[in-house]
Nanobody
């Protein structure tokens, strides 16, 4: 059973940067992984995905050009570098794992979820 633990959330101002981490344990790390977020009163939405090798990534439109997803398989850890943060990026960010491709993440093939890290962007 894979466990996922997010870290790195916090309170930042608009325009700031933040890096989230998702550490995996309890199993193999050869899954595709992704980041989702859920803002207060809204449904959970996809943010970014990375395939098992790290060579393929996919982003939602609002994340393109500002967010970068990466992974270090030697450390069993995935990252989300978020730059130029906006107030509308405020949400709980959750990491997920499943399948092997970014398509698997985007199309609901996730098997494991973390508990989430809160990101608040406010002036």
């Amino acid at each position: 059973q894979v466990q996922l633990v997010e870290s790195g959330g916090g309170l930042v101002q608009p325009g700031d940067s933040l890096r989230l981490s998702c550490a995996a344990s309890g199993g193999t790390f050869n899954y595709a992984m992704g980041w989702f977020r859920q803002a207060p009163g809204k449904e959970r939405e996809f943010v970014a995905a990375i395939n098992w090798s790290g060579h393929s990534t996919y982003y939602t439109d609002s994340a393109k050009g500002r967010f970068t997803v990466s992974r270090d398989n030697a450390k069993n850890t995935m990252y989300l570098q978020m730059n130029s943060l906006k107030v509308e990026d405020t949400a709980v960010y959750l990491c997920a794992a499943g399948g092997s491709s970014t398509t698997d993440i985007v199309q609901g093939g996730t098997r494991f979820w973390g508990q989430g890290a809160r990101v608040t962007v406010s002036s």
